[in-house]
């Protein structure tokens, strides 16, 4: 169980354009749906953190424009990277959590997405 | 506010060998800790959790960590390296509840045939 799920795996792109990254929690519903990059061997940078039916919460320094996250269900969560440039490429990752994970923050993730601009 | 810091980026070690990661934390709050794998090009799985409860966790794959408060640790140790052992390994921590989890810079392990 708690299965989260990424599409697409990867993605290629021209630099200007938009694309967008699902993530779906497959056999739970996901109140809380977090996304995260990695840079080349480094750890995850916490991009947002997203409740369903609200606006996403970004951490210091993403810029909540270009990184855009919509929550509409429980079980998914879109993020869009507007106007993508190179700078851009890099691995996304999404996690999900839900209500009955108890009182620890047990995030589930997904395989991530490859993303690269070129 | 909380950190983890993982000391050494790539720790090699001989098949059959112990494996000894090691992770320090710190948290206003009582923690909630964990161990996380990442095999290339991959999401991340979860290894291992503390929650409170046993200071001994055991996990997946034959990996064990013990909390030490008093040293703020929580190091991951295998007693026998596996080559398929072989990714990148993450601890991280939490205050619990819906509080975002922290990542470390991850330890890289190489097994060595």
């Known amino acids: 169980g708690a299965v989260v799920s990424q599409h697409p795996s990867w993605v290629i792109c021209k630099s200007g354009t938009s694309v967008k990254i699902e993530c779906r929690s497959l056999?739970?519903?996901?109140?809380?749906m977090f996304w995260y990059r990695q840079f080349p061997k480094q750890s995850l940078m916490l991009m947002a953190t997203?409740?369903?039916?609200?606006?996403?919460?970004?951490e210091q320094g993403v810029e909540k424009d270009k990184f855009l996250i919509n929550h509409a269900s429980l079980t998914l969560s879109t993020l869009t990277v507007t106007s993508a440039h190179p700078e851009d490429s890099s691995f996304y990752i999404c996690?999900?959590?839900?209500?009955?994970?108890?009182?620890?923050?047990?995030?589930?993730f997904g395989p991530g997405t490859r993303l690269t601009v070129l | 506010a909380q950190s983890v810091t993982q000391l050494g980026s790539h720790v090699s070690v001989s098949e059959g060998a112990l494996v000894l990661l090691r992770c320090n934390y710190s948290?206003?709050?009582?923690?909630?800790l964990f161990w996380y794998v990442q095999y290339p090009n991959q999401g991340l799985q979860l290894l291992l959790k503390?929650?409170?409860?046993?200071?001994l966790v055991k996990g997946i794959n034959g990996f064990e960590a013990e909390f030490k408060k008093s040293e703020t640790s929580f190091h991951l140790t295998k007693p026998s390296a596996h080559m398929s052992d072989a990714a990148e390994y993450f601890c991280?921590?939490?205050?619990?509840?819906?509080?975002?989890?922290?990542f470390g810079t991850g330890t890289k392990l190489q097994v060595i045939p």
């Open positions: 056999d739970f519903q996901a109140t809380t």
């Open positions: 991280a921590v939490s205050s619990g509840g819906y509080q975002k989890v922290t």
């Open positions: 948290s206003s709050v009582p923690p909630y």
């Open positions: 996690s999900a959590t839900f209500l009955d994970s108890g009182t620890y923050n047990e995030q589930f």
């Open positions: 997203s409740n369903e039916g609200s606006k996403a919460t970004y």
């Open positions: 503390y929650t409170s409860a046993a200071t």
